[in-house]
């Protein structure tokens, strides 16, 4: 079945840097949409940065000039390098995808990580 892991998150100053990684499995992945959501305590969750197929990216404004996003379509992995980190991106960070190749057939469907959470101390 379509997995997708996440690792990276942890605790951090104000000013400091983290880097998050999701390795998709269960699947080709390299035709889809691959991204990070965030979900802070009391707010909905919200499209943090995502990238296609061919490398096209969006970030939310937020977080423009301060987060990179990459893939690896070979390794199934999806990166987000988060500079600059503030207290308001405090969140429980989730990779997804939008769909997948399982077994041949194409999936269209969201599929979700279950979350790393990264805390931004001031």
């Known amino acids: 079945q379509v997995q997708l892991v996440e690792s990276g998150g942890g605790l951090v100053q104000a000013g400091g840097s983290l880097r998050l990684s999701c390795t998709a499995s269960?699947?080709?992945?390299?035709?889809?949409?691959m991204g990070w959501y965030r979900q802070a305590p009391g707010k909905q969750r919200e499209l943090v940065s995502r990238?296609?197929?061919?490398?096209?990216?969006n970030y939310a404004d937020s977080v423009k000039g301060r987060f990179t996003i990459s893939r690896d379509n070979r390794k199934n992995t999806v990166s987000l390098q988060m500079n600059s980190l503030k207290p308001e991106d405090t969140a429980v960070y989730y990779c997804?995808?939008?769909?997948?190749?399982?077994?041949?057939?194409?999936?269209?469907?969201?599929?979700w990580g279950q979350g790393t959470q990264v805390t931004v101390s001031s």
């Open positions: 997804n995808t939008d769909g997948a190749v399982v077994a041949g057939i194409a999936y269209k469907s969201d599929y």
């Open positions: 269960g699947g080709i992945f390299s035709f889809n949409f």
């Open positions: 990238i296609t197929s061919g490398g096209r990216t």
